[in-house]
């Protein structure tokens, strides 16, 4: 079982920017992929950035440019850089990790960019 504890949200104005944090109970190397989720209201969750093991990244069309993901082994968290925020980047960010067989979920930290 892995827990992930997401933070760094807040309100924030359009233009600004803010880091998310996902903090993972166990070494972060085990895990083949992690990526970030947002889900604004009334729509469903889609993927926002993701890394795999072998550092491949993948954005979703509507980020590239303006965020980034990482991670750092030492301290087991997963990171979004996200910067020239816009008022549709609004939503609950969701972390996330898989192993092989098996997903696992933050409860989310929600991001509001006031226009």
């Known amino acids: 079982q892995v827990q992930l504890v997401e933070s760094g949200g807040g309100l924030v104005q359009a233009g600004g920017s803010l880091r998310l944090s996902c903090a993972a109970s166990r070494n972060i190397f085990s895990f083949n992929h992690m990526g970030w989720y947002r889900q604004a209201p009334g729509k469903a969750r889609e993927l926002v950035a993701s890394?795999?093991?072998?550092?491949?990244?993948n954005y979703a069309d509507s980020v590239k440019g303006r965020f980034a993901i990482s991670r750092d082994a030492t301290k087991n968290t997963i990171y979004l850089q996200m910067n020239s925020l816009k008022s549709e980047d609004t939503g609950v960010y969701y972390c996330?990790?898989?192993?092989?067989?098996?997903?696992?979920w933050g409860r989310g930290t929600q991001v509001t960019v006031s226009s």
């Open positions: 890394v795999t093991s072998g550092d491949s990244t």
């Open positions: 996330n990790v898989a192993e092989v067989f098996q997903s696992y």
